[in-house]
C-alpha cells in the first residue's frame, strides 16, 4: 500500500499563498487520480481538487476553489501539489491527500484510501 505524507500547511493571511505537498512512499501511484480533501472543525471532508494520474493528468475541482488552486503533479518525485492563492478563511481546515481507489464521484470519499494523516491550513482575516 501506497503511504502519503503531506507538508505545507501553515498560517498565512487572508489572500496570502501556500503550497502543499503531497509525497508517495512504498509504490508510485497507480490509481485512477490522486485527490485533496479538507475538514475544517464540526464540519463533513470536502473535496478540493483531484488530478488524474493517466496521460494527459486531467484535473477537478470544487467550485469554491476554481481560480485559486491549481492542482499539479511530478511523476518524477511522486508527488502531487496543491497550489492555494488568494486564500479565504474559510479555506481553513485540515487538508488530506488520498488516492483514489475505485471509480466514481471525487466528492465521495469512501472511494479513496491511503489517506495521509493531514496537514493544517489557517487563513487569518
Known amino acids: 500500500q501506497v503511504r502519503l505524507v503531506e507538508s505545507g500547511g501553515g498560517l498565512v493571511q487572508a489572500g496570502g499563498s501556500l503550497r502543499l505537498s503531497c509525497a508517495a512512499s512504498g509504490r508510485t501511484f497507480g490509481s485512477y487520480a490522486i485527490a485533496w480533501f479538507r475538514q475544517a472543525s464540526g464540519r463533513e471532508r470536502e473535496f478540493v481538487a483531484a488530478?488524474?494520474?493517466?496521460?494527459?493528468?486531467?484535473?477537478a475541482y470544487t467550485d469554491s476553489v476554481k481560480g485559486r488552486f491549481t492542482i499539479s503533479r511530478d511523476n518524477a518525485k511522486n508527488t502531487v501539489y496543491l497550489q492555494m492563492n488568494s486564500l479565504k478563511p474559510e479555506d481553513t481546515a485540515v487538508y488530506y491527500c488520498?488516492?483514489?481507489?475505485?471509480?466514481?464521484?471525487?466528492?465521495?470519499?469512501?472511494?479513496?484510501?491511503?489517506w495521509g494523516q493531514g496537514t493544517q491550513v489557517t487563513v487569518s482575516s
Open positions: 488530478i488524474s494520474w493517466s496521460v494527459g493528468s486531467s484535473a
Open positions: 488520498a488516492e483514489q481507489v475505485r471509480r466514481g464521484s471525487y466528492n465521495d470519499y469512501t472511494l479513496f484510501g491511503s
